[in-house]
């Protein structure tokens, strides 16, 4: 980057992100299989189901609406949303591939044909527009009878079918997919499980103990996938996924900053400084003495982990947490399905998500400062209402700000020093929401013509930012 100009770099790799489970629908066709989203009520009873235990996952039309079954009709629609991706000027499209497509089960022994053509399908159709696909191995879409059968990533047993799967996949587009991740946002099971790991937290359940192990199964699993990629797609670059949310201190009390830095490295470094670093940093020692976990790690696991590191780190920023030892008296604030106090020098989206673009580059500053390896901002947005305006248009101002600020953040760290790939926006067309199952909570440059309560007719329309960010990438970022 040109210092003086603050470009970014040539090849930088602008675009939009979504995930399959929020956007695909068809939740039967092609002889797909139940997935964890399949069975998530939309609404404010999805984060009931999300922190209190007990939940069946099972599907009960009678009590609950299910938005992710249809979503926005994208299994239909492919070819009409990305060529809006290439009018906009797509690089690459970050996409998720649904496991329960490849294999409907999850344990059968050859994949589902139908999935495999779908997913051909759209690739081509990406690079026929010029867009490279950024893939998503497993985005909170663990198919159903593995969290029936085998109690999730709890299992053991699931890495088998987990690399089967990845075989299946990396064999089948070894010449369409050059960029993959892993897990997304695998830390965020630390807050609610149900999504990435396939259980629900039970009563009498030791909360650590479950996950940290559930972890260890899904870090062998992924070094698996890392090794197997290189091996079949010797050119492709495969990255972990994480979820980062710097942790502030709420005052100079050393209480205070030593409770923060606790908080952010459990949260926002452990997954990372396994996956990157290849081993189990020296804290979590303490961590897991003080909690009572022992780890069941068999013969080879540790190194598998250590020969088979990630090349890059993707990751979501929306927001920063504020954190003090004693909350009591202080007012919370949510965001992702996180929690911290009050940050009195942010304001907040209309969900509570606390607004913080300089969050950003301390964020990217903090990850390549530890671990020098390249940078992807694969999530980052505003999830806001927006209005249709009587001549059709959607003046969304405010999501303009939110992205240019943000971008203007990214741009800083590179003059910093940060190695940073790409920048795809989180919901670049407008899809469910993972956290509360709404359309209401919108994120895209795309308007689709669909609500709440189940009505609408899918209609896509360009909002005011599709023409701001179209101009953004077309100028490599100068006219922000």
Not at 136 to 158: A, F
Not at 217 to 246: N, Y
Request: hydrophobic share 35%; glycine share 8%.
């Amino acid at each position: 980057m040109d210092v003086l100009t603050k470009k970014f770099p040539e090849g930088f790799l602008w675009g939009g992100a979504t995930a399959a489970n929020q956007l695909e629908g068809g939740f039967h066709d092609g002889n797909k299989g139940l997935n964890i989203a399949d069975v998530l009520p939309g609404g404010k009873e999805r984060l009931n189901v999300l922190k209190e235990p007990g939940f069946n996952f099972e599907i009960d039309k009678e009590k609950y609406s299910y938005p992710n079954h249809e979503g926005i009709d994208f299994y239909h629609r492919y070819k009409e949303d990305i060529a809006l991706f290439a009018e906009m000027g797509f690089k690459v499209y970050r996409m998720s591939i649904a496991w329960t497509r490849i294999f409907p089960n999850g344990n059968e022994l050859e994949a589902n044909e139908e999935g495999l053509a779908f997913y051909d399908r759209v690739f081509d159709e990406l690079h026929k527009h010029g867009i490279e696909p950024v893939v998503t191995i497993s985005h909170y879409e663990m198919p159903l009878n593995l969290v029936k059968e085998y109690g999730g990533w709890r299992s053991r047993e699931v890495i088998g079918f987990f690399e089967r799967y990845v075989n299946s996949i990396f064999n089948r587009y070894k010449d369409k997919v050059k960029y993959w991740m892993t897990f997304n946002e695998i830390n965020s099971a630390l807050h609610f499980p149900i999504m990435s790991m396939g259980f629900s937290i039970e009563k009498e359940e030791d909360k650590y103990q479950s996950i940290f192990q559930a972890f260890h199964h899904q870090f062998v699993a992924s070094s698996i996938a890392v090794k197997a990629c290189h091996e079949i797609i010797p050119d492709a670059q495969i990255g972990c996924m994480i979820i980062f949310a710097p942790v502030y201190s709420y005052d100079c009390n050393p209480e205070n900053v030593m409770y923060a830095l606790q908080e952010e490295r459990i949260f926002n470094y452990f997954c990372g400084d396994v996956q990157v670093r290849g081993e189990y940093p020296a804290y979590i020692k303490r961590f897991f003495k003080e909690h009572n976990i022992k780890l069941d790690i068999q013969e080879g696991d540790l190194e598998l982990i250590k020969e088979h590191t990630v090349d890059y780190i993707g990751f979501s920023y929306y927001m920063s947490l504020t954190q003090k030892k004693d909350k009591t008296g202080l007012e919370n604030t949510p965001g992702n399905l996180l929690e911290g106090v009050k940050n009195p020098f942010l304001k907040a989206s209309d969900w509570g998500w606390e607004i913080d673009p300089t969050g950003l580059r301390i964020t990217l500053n903090k990850l390549y400062d530890r671990y020098e390896i390249p940078l992807f901002v694969v999530e980052n947005g505003l999830g806001a209402y927006d209005k249709v305006e009587e001549d059709g248009s959607i003046q969304d101002d405010y999501r303009i700000d939110y992205l240019r600020n943000h971008i203007e953040a990214m741009r800083e760290a590179v003059v910093d020093g940060v190695e940073l790939m790409g920048y795809t926006s989180w919901g670049c067309i407008d899809l469910v929401s993972a956290s509360t199952g709404e359309f209401s909570k919108r994120y895209g440059f795309i308007y689709v013509d669909k609500h709440d309560d189940g009505s609408g007719t899918l209609e896509r329309k360009k909002k005011k930012s599709f023409y701001w960010y179209k101009n953004v990438i077309e100028s490599n970022g100068e006219a922000l």
